[in-house]
């Protein structure tokens, strides 16, 4: 069988850089665009020295006429967005145009094109701070904490709202933190970066004890992949992530064990991280499993291999 053409919006970032390649590597044709506000050209380095691979740099949510950069494609991954949870209310407008616009813009760029299947990362943040752990893909969100989950929320009603009225067949993933080779953002990158200016102090937003589960991002692209024919129904929801969560504190101990530091540390106190931050995060990862994904690798094992690849990659975080 002739193999499909697909789009990945958000190439050049960490879930996308590893999506394309898993992607060529199974024998599709990938065009990837990105703007690289986050994402890193080495990522894709090898990548676009492939000819199954086509790079557009572009800005999702500036570029005007985009839908002429989706033709010919039969699926799309929309990865790209702002990933960054932490600062959200520092720039109100962020997470609303790179997530919510942004998706309604690939969405009119699908539909032109008459592209009908959609890949989409959204998040575990959307259920906001849930009362009921594991948390699965049917429990009701009272109350968004955070704009980022919010937006991603408003994304996951524009994607359902396109497979009711243009038949659209959308797969929707809700992700715990990924963790692994590439990793930018997130808890692990910034206590790094803490540690490589000074080995000897680590300060930590809340109390240490919040409770958070991570993916490996093997696992999470496995389980992309596994689902790209197979949508049983129109719209289909799941959550990923590891049957465990440990503390931040679990974390921090991990981290000084593989680095052999002991640093003083220093909590800002509460029980949130951050306004938005929830203290507890654990999916409910049945409904994939019962399509046959399972994730590979401990929670332990993605932290060492994050730090790893930190000890390898510094330029990061010049
Ligand atoms: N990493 C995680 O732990 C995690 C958890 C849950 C959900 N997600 C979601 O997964 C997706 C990928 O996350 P990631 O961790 O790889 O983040 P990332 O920041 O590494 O990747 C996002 C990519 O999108 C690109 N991008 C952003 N805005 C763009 C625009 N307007 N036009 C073109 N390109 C644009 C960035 O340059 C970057 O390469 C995001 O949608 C994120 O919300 C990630």
Redesign the pocket.
Known sequence: MKKKKVLV????????SHLSEKLIAKGYFVTG???????KLNFIKKLKLNKKFKFFK????KQKNLYKYFKGNQIVFH?????DVKNGFLNPKKDIE??TI?THKVLEAMRKNRIKRIIF?????IYGEPKIFPTKENYSFPIQTSLYGSS?LACEGLIQAYSYGFGFDSTIFR????MGKRY???HLFDFYKQLLINKNHLNVLGNGLQKKSYLNIEDCINAMILTINRNKNPIEIYNLGTDRFITVNHSIKTILKILNLSPKIYYKGGDRGWIGDSPKIYLDTKKIRKIGWKPKKTIEESIKETIEFFNHNKWLFK
């Open positions: 919006t958000g190439c050049a970032g960490f879930i996308g665009i990105d703007n690289l506000s986050t994402g572009i800005d999702l949510f990865m790209a967005a702002n990933a790179q997530n942004v990362a959204s998040t575990g943040s991603k992700f715990v933190s990924i930018s953002h997130g």
